[in-house]
Structure formats: C-alpha cells, structure tokens
C-alpha cells in the first residue's frame, strides 16, 4: 500500500505526440533516465534494464494508446513489482510530462526524497534531449 504520491511535471517545448513517441521506445530509456539503469536490452519480446540500484529489471509499459498514458510496470529479480503511472498531456504548443513517484511502505522520507529527486533529473534530462532538435 503506498502512503504518498508525488506528482512531478516538466513542460517540454514538443507536441505531445512526439513526446510520447520518445518516451514510450524503452530503448531510449538509459538516454533519459540514466538512474533507472546502465543498459536496455529485449529479450524475447520483453524488455530489461540492468540497473546499479536494483539489478536488472523488466519493464512493461501501457500498450500503445491516443491518450499520452505512459503507465509501466517495473518488476524487479525477486518478482516484486512496481507500477508507474506517467502521463504526457498537450500544454498549449507543446506538452507537459507527469510522472507520478510512489512511495512504498517502510522508505524513509531521505529515500524517498532521493527517488523524487532522481525523477526530476530524468524529467529535466528528457526535457533537454527532446528540445535539441528545436
């Protein structure tokens, strides 16, 4: 059960669609959110992230979809999983990306502050990478 839920949003000067089309290819993961792992790789139809944090991963996102819903389940070695919800929305001529931190029972508020933190910088980082090309 989780007990709190941050809401971290970063405008992106790109229309919504380009966003989502960046953001849901899991092989531009390790370009965005470098903290979530060091390498992408699909096996057999599912893709895994090898992360210094958490060992390697699985991370399944919402099947394609009109609405900007980036929503992936992240399932780590033990079979634990993790569902995050991310939204990208149009925001006037360009978008507005919404990642939804959760955090899970027993974390501090010092880890819990430091996954907030690490999601922010991916936001940033995605926010500079997608408005390169401008």
């Known amino acids: 059960m989780t007990t709190d839920t941050a809401h971290l949003a970063e405008r992106i000067d790109r229309p919504a669609n380009d966003v989502y089309a960046y953001v849901s290819d899991p092989a531009n993961l390790i ?13 057999d139809g599912a893709w895994f ?4 944090l958490l060992g390697r991963v ?5 099947p394609k979809n ?10 780590l070695e033990s079979g634990e999983q993790f569902l995050n919800p991310v939204r990208v929305v149009p925001y006037g001529e360009g978008s507005e990306i919404v990642f ?23 936001l940033a980082r995605l926010k500079e990478i997608l408005e390169e090309g401008n």
Not at 31 to 43: E, H, M, T
Not at 67 to 75: A, I
């Open 49 to 52: 992230v090898r992360s210094d």
């Open 100 to 122: 939804s931190v959760r955090r899970m029972p027993g974390t501090s508020d010092e880890d819990f502050a430091a996954d907030t933190g690490r999601v922010s910088a991916d």
């Open 66 to 75: 009109g609405f900007g819903v980036l929503d992936h389940v992240v399932t």
């Open 31 to 43: 370009a965005w959110a470098p903290g979530l792992g060091s390498s992408v790789d699909r096996i």
């Open 58 to 62: 699985r991370v399944e996102f919402a």
